[in-house]
C-alpha cells in the first residue's frame, strides 16, 4: 500500500510538472510575477544567509583549530579545511536544507491557502493554466536568485572565519589566509553552484506539488507545509549524494 500511494504521488507530481513546464500564456505577467518571487523569496532571504554563515564560518574555524592542532600539521591548514567544508557542502547542501524550512513553507502555505479558499479553481474555471501561472514564476525566480545566495553565503562564512582569527588568538590572520588560498581547486565552486541549483527546483517544485493539492482546511494547509520541508529535505540529501558522485570523482 506505501509502494502504491508513493506511485500515485510520484505520477502525480509528474502530471503537475508537465502542467506547469508549458510555455505561458502572457509573457509580460509571468516576467512580472518572476521578479516578484526573486525578491519574495531570495532577496528576502538574505539576512538570514548572512546572519546563519557568519556564525557557521565562525564555529567551522573555531572546531578544526580545536580539534586538527598539531605538530604533525601545518597551521595553515585550519583555513584550508574552513574552506573546503564552506565550498563543498555548507554553502550549498546545508543552506538548501536551511532554505526548504523558509521557502518551502512560504510556497506551501501560500499556494495550499489559495487552493482551500478556491482561488485556483477560480483560476482554472476562466480557463487560466493556474499550475504554469503560480509554480513556473517559483521555480524559474527561485533558480535565478540561488547561485547569488550561495556566492553570499561563502563569503560571509569565510568573513566570519576570517573574525575568528582577526578577534581571537587562536589563530593568526596570515596563517588562516594563506590556508584559504592554498590548494585551491575552481571547480569546487562550480560544483557547489551546480548542486544549489538542483536543490532550488527540488524546494520550489516539492512545496508547489504539496501546497497545490490540499484538500480541507488551515489545518491541512499546515500539514502541507511540514511535508513540503520534510521531503524537501529528504530530497536534497538524496540528490547530494547522486551529485556528489557524479561531479567529484
Same mark, same amino acid.
Given at each position: =500500500?506505501?509502494?502504491?500511494?508513493?506511485?500515485? %504521488?510520484?505520477?502525480?507530481?509528474?502530471?503537475?510538472?508537465?502542467?506547469?513546464?508549458?510555455?505561458?500564456?502572457?509573457?509580460k505577467?509571468?516576467?512580472?510575477? /518572476?521578479?516578484?518571487e526573486?525578491?519574495?523569496?531570495?532577496?528576502?532571504?538574505?539576512?538570514?544567509?548572512i546572519?546563519? *554563515?557568519?556564525f557557521?564560518? &565562525?564555529?567551522? #574555524?573555531?572546531? =578544526? $583549530?580545536?580539534?586538527?592542532?598539531?605538530?604533525?600539521?601545518?597551521?595553515?591548514?585550519?583555513?584550508? /579545511?574552513?574552506?573546503e567544508?564552506?565550498?563543498?557542502?555548507?554553502?550549498?547542501?546545508?543552506?538548501?536544507?536551511?532554505?526548504?524550512?523558509?521557502? !518551502?513553507?512560504?510556497?506551501?502555505?501560500?499556494?495550499?491557502? =489559495?487552493?482551500?479558499? @478556491?482561488?485556483?479553481? &477560480?483560476?482554472?474555471?476562466? !480557463?487560466?493554466?493556474?499550475?504554469?501561472?503560480?509554480?513556473?514564476?517559483?521555480?524559474?525566480?527561485?533558480?535565478?536568485?540561488m547561485?547569488?545566495?550561495?556566492?553570499?553565503s561563502?563569503? #560571509?562564512?569565510? =568573513?566570519? !572565519?576570517?573574525?575568528?582569527?582577526?578577534?581571537? %588568538?587562536?589563530?593568526?590572520?596570515?596563517?588562516? #589566509?594563506?590556508?584559504? $588560498?592554498?590548494?585551491?581547486?575552481p571547480?569546487?565552486?562550480?560544483?557547489?553552484?551546480?548542486? *544549489?541549483?538542483?536543490?532550488?527546483v527540488?524546494i #520550489?517544485? /516539492?512545496?508547489?506539488?504539496?501546497?497545490?493539492?490540499?484538500? !480541507?482546511? &488551515?489545518l @491541512?494547509?499546515?500539514?502541507?507545509?511540514?511535508? &513540503?520541508?520534510?521531503?524537501?529535505?529528504?530530497?536534497?540529501l538524496?540528490?547530494d549524494?547522486?551529485?556528489?558522485?557524479?561531479?567529484? $570523482?
Open positions: =500500500m506505501i509502494l502504491e500511494k508513493q506511485l500515485a %504521488d510520484l505520477g502525480q507530481y509528474c502530471s503537475l510538472i508537465a502542467k506547469v513546464l508549458s510555455v505561458p500564456d502572457r509573457w505577467v509571468f516576467l512580472k510575477r /518572476t521578479i516578484s526573486i525578491y519574495k523569496l531570495g532577496i528576502d532571504s538574505i539576512p538570514l544567509v546572519t546563519i *554563515s557568519v557557521i564560518g &565562525a564555529v567551522i #574555524t573555531i572546531q =578544526m $583549530q580545536l580539534n586538527i592542532s598539531s605538530p604533525l600539521l601545518p597551521a595553515y591548514a585550519v583555513g584550508l /579545511t574552513t574552506r567544508i564552506i565550498l563543498l557542502e555548507f554553502s550549498s547542501s546545508i543552506l538548501c536544507l536551511i532554505l526548504a524550512g523558509k521557502v !518551502g513553507s512560504n510556497i506551501a502555505s501560500e499556494i495550499g491557502t =489559495m487552493r482551500v479558499t @478556491e482561488q485556483i479553481d &477560480a483560476l482554472d474555471i476562466m !480557463g487560466v493554466n493556474s499550475a504554469n501561472y503560480l509554480i513556473l514564476p517559483k521555480i524559474i525566480g527561485f533558480l535565478l536568485i547561485p547569488v545566495l550561495v556566492v553570499l561563502m563569503g #560571509t562564512s569565510i =568573513m566570519g !572565519g576570517l573574525a575568528v582569527a582577526y578577534f581571537t %588568538d587562536m589563530i593568526s590572520v596570515s596563517k588562516f #589566509t594563506y590556508g584559504l $588560498q592554498a590548494f585551491f581547486n571547480w569546487y565552486v562550480w560544483y557547489s553552484l551546480i548542486k *544549489s541549483l538542483v536543490f532550488s527540488i #520550489t517544485s /516539492t512545496s508547489s506539488y504539496f501546497g497545490y493539492f490540499v484538500k !480541507g482546511g &488551515a @491541512e494547509v499546515g500539514k502541507a507545509s511540514t511535508q &513540503a520541508v520534510v521531503n524537501s529535505s529528504i530530497l536534497i538524496f540528490f549524494v547522486i551529485l556528489t558522485k557524479l561531479l567529484l $570523482q
